[in-house]
């Protein structure tokens, strides 16, 4: 498509000479903004992309794919009695990894000087370490005592603020007491710290402490019955699907069934907007970039009409000239865009190391976890991302050398050196 002629002008025009200072300055801020625009949309997109995806696995880690409740009642959820069965026959349902009862609810967590409000999540054993973002945290020992009606284990956010450790006393107060001729009186217990989880989100390990499922049941006065049933499944993204067939399997059951894109569809919707616009945002920095190049072509078509009008009348046809411009600015995009990519991919590579390095270096924390849920910043690079955003940038780089390059080849060689 383009000659070693076309090729040859086009390199001798994107070399600045004595009195064209100026043009290629702009053709270097040029490249530098698309650089900085390709670079800088890749690591906002990787960065909205592993929050996104590290939240949800840590949600739905605790909280499971899907939970399956006892129908309403007057005094809210009716108990599930019989959950030992439905758990195994849940389980035998293709596409569930899991099925974990749980008996759940809100207290007061009492210790020393420290109160603070929590959420006490009673299972089995068994079932909590089948909790991924929890029992990952935890040895052999605090499973094993994590048992009888004294027992509880802890997030790591809750122990340093508490100042507690293995052994350690914590009080419960739950609002939900006794009917007296006093009136309500508070459940208030005292249970021992037998383990410390770290699940990496800062909201889980403060507030929230798990019970042997039998405490539990004591605690909250629910004899033999649990909250609900929590299910893993083996394809999160495809939950509606997993949903259905057990509502149709368990039609009779008196049973209700709420997955994540339920309880948290409000949350992940507003992170997706944000990310759309992110998206739309920095894409205005290519997009001015973009200008610069076509500022950049006028001012050198303008300062070579006498050299076009030559390279007309020396037989260059009109095709030629505009492909020799059409080069000099798509090389400014071609380079911009893979400079920005490099950057981009190596920045979101080591994006912690770096935050962690400036953290060091201000003397401040760039990324607090009570602000953003997470103790780290996470990133996933999404290759289909870094190909759409590659392909925008070159495409905005190559239509901003259309009309300068058009320009260039309307030239009229007379007029050109007339002038001169």
């Not at 605090?142 to 009888?148: L, N, V």
């Not at 508070?186 to 042997?212: A, C, Q, W």
């Amino acid at each position: 498509m383009f000659g070693s002629f076309e090729r040859m002008v086009a390199k001798r025009y994107l070399r600045a000479r004595k009195g064209e200072r100026f043009v290629s300055v702009i053709a270097i801020f040029s490249l530098i903004g698309i650089a900085l625009g390709v670079g800088t949309l890749i690591v906002v997109m990787a960065v909205m992309n592993g929050f996104k995806d590290d939240l949800l696995g840590r949600i739905l880690g605790l909280n499971g794919d899907l939970s399956v409740y006892g129908q309403m009642s007057y005094n809210g959820p009716k108990p599930i009695t019989d959950y030992d069965q439905l758990s195994i026959r849940m389980e035998k349902v293709p596409g569930i990894k899991s099925a974990i009862p749980f008996t759940e609810g809100q207290v007061l967590l009492s210790a020393g000087n420290y109160n603070s409000g929590g959420m006490v999540r009673g299972m089995s054993a068994d079932g909590l370490k089948k909790l991924s973002v929890v029992s990952k945290s935890l040895d052999a020992s605090s499973f094993a005592r994590f048992k009888g009606d004294d027992a509880i284990i802890i997030g790591q956010t809750l122990a340093d603020r508490a100042g507690l450790g293995l052994g350690s006393k914590i009080t419960l107060i739950s609002p939900q007491g006794a009917a007296t001729v006093m009136g309500t009186i508070p459940r208030i217990k005292s249970y021992t710290v037998v383990g410390i989880f770290d699940s990496g989100m800062h909201e889980y390990n403060s507030s929230y402490v798990f019970l042997p499922i039998t405490a539990a049941q004591k605690f909250f006065q629910m004899k033999d019955g649990v909250t609900g049933i929590q299910i893993s499944t083996n394809d999160p993204a495809n939950v509606k699907e997993t949903t259905h067939k057990l509502m149709a399997q368990f039609s009779n059951e008196d049973l209700r069934f709420m997955d994540w894109t339920q309880s948290n569809n409000a949350f992940f919707g507003a992170v997706q907007v944000e990310q759309n616009v992110m998206f739309l945002i920095l894409t205005l920095i290519i997009l001015v970039a973009a200008f610069n190049v076509i500022s950049s072509l006028i001012m050198m078509v303008k300062d070579k009409t006498r050299d076009i009008a030559i390279l007309r009348t020396m037989g260059a046809s009109r095709g030629a000239i505009m492909r020799i411009f059409l080069m000099c600015g798509a090389s400014v995009g071609v380079t911009g865009t893979i400079a920005g990519t490099v950057i981009g991919v190596l920045f979101c590579k080591n994006i912690e190391h770096i935050r962690q390095g400036l953290q060091k270096l201000t003397g401040t924390n760039l990324f607090n976890p009570e602000v953003y849920y997470l103790e780290h910043l996470p990133a996933k690079l999404d290759w289909a991302d870094v190909i759409q955003i590659v392909i925008m940038a070159l495409t905005l780089s190559l239509l901003a050398t259309l009309y300068p390059s058009w320009k260039a080849a309307r030239t009229d060689p007379v007029e050109g050196l007339r002038n001169e």
